[in-house]
């Protein structure tokens, strides 16, 4: 007696040997298929047991009696179905930077729910890609909060392009779900020891922060007619007074929304895929301009000093006594 997935026959989920299949005998058998298991039943004794993540390539189910030789002889007689209520969860997932490189940390949170309420005390696994999704690597297991809500502290070591994706499994008549795979890309200024970062459900390419012109640059793409979105923090340290940031979108100016949060100013914004370049223009009195007119400042008073010192030693004070 065996739980097999489709495709080749050998390949069993579970089985057990049990005589009762060769008896010559009725016997009533009951399975019960969840969201994430298997569980069957012959004359009310359990006797297999399944969980797991069941292949729903097609949808349908199929019972056969066999032994796996010329003399099987198996009648299945008075079969029934009868269906509960199966709900699907839903889960998201968001990812923010801070902005310090000495001290940078990625925010993971996310909020499960069904029919639009959180979903108490529920395993939630966070997995990670750094080769485009290729492979996955767990991050960490969380669980939900009383809320439905989770949270976990990433310390990333290098910057560059990331993957994130959350999953929930299930539980009996609750089907299980993935959350949207979020893009994560940081960037880095190192003259200011500051972190740009990226979050979206786009693919971000090609990000780097030109200090010159106190811009952002990056491109996002996506299956074209979908909705984009992206998030992008900003040190507070860089700029003071955001009200003059300018995104602009393949070269036109476009709307933003802009909130604080700690240390960073976040910056988001929707659009439609295709392919875009962004540019996120920083004001021209971005901290960065600052430091370098107060290193201008410092630089005229040494000279200043170093000249006043040199005339003293050419024209020295002569004492007269009368």
Not at 35 to 49: G, I, K, N, P, R
Not at 303 to 318: A, E, M, N, Q
Request: with cysteine.
């Amino acid at each position: 007696m065996c739980i097999r997935d489709r495709g080749y026959v050998g390949n069993h989920l579970a089985y057990v040997g049990d005589e009762r299949v060769e008896d010559n005998e009725w016997h009533s058998v009951i399975v019960e298929v969840q969201a994430s298991s298997v569980t069957v039943f012959v004359d009310q004794e359990l006797v297999l047991e399944w969980e797991g993540t069941l292949n729903r390539t097609y949808s349908n189910i199929g019972f056969s009696g066999t032994n796996g030789s010329d003399s099987g002889w198996h009648i299945i007689d008075d079969f029934s179905i009868n269906a509960g209520e199966v709900k699907k969860s839903h889960l998201t997932l968001s990812c923010k930077g801070s902005a310090s490189i000495s001290e940078f940390t990625t925010q993971i949170e996310g909020y499960l729910s069904v029919d639009g309420q959180g979903l108490p005390d529920a395993p939630i696994r966070v997995q990670y890609s750094v080769n485009g999704g290729k492979t996955w690597n767990d991050l960490t297991y969380v669980y939900s909060d009383s809320n439905g809500y989770y949270s976990a502290i990433w310390l990333p070591s290098v910057t560059g392009n990331y993957l994130f994706v959350a999953n929930y499994e299930g539980k009996d008549t609750l089907l299980g779900t993935s959350s949207e795979i979020i893009n994560f890309a940081v960037t880095n200024f190192a003259e200011k020891n500051t972190l740009f970062s990226v979050s979206s459900n786009s693919t971000v390419s090609a990000l780097d922060f030109n200090s010159t012109s106190l811009a952002l640059n990056f491109i996002v793409s996506g299956p074209s007619g979908s909705k984009g979105y992206v998030e992008c923090t900003i040190a507070k340290s860089l700029v003071s007074d955001p009200e003059n940031i300018k995104l602009f979108l393949d070269g036109n100016q476009f709307t933003y929304e802009l909130i604080s949060k700690g240390e960073v100013w976040i910056l988001s914004f929707n659009y439609t895929h295709s392919s875009h370049q962004i540019n996120i223009s920083l004001p021209a009195n971005t901290q960065t301009h600052i430091v370098t007119n107060n290193l201008y400042w410092n630089i005229a008073i040494i000279c200043t000093i170093c000249l006043v010192c040199i005339l003293v030693l050419r024209h020295p004070w002569k004492n007269k006594n009368r």
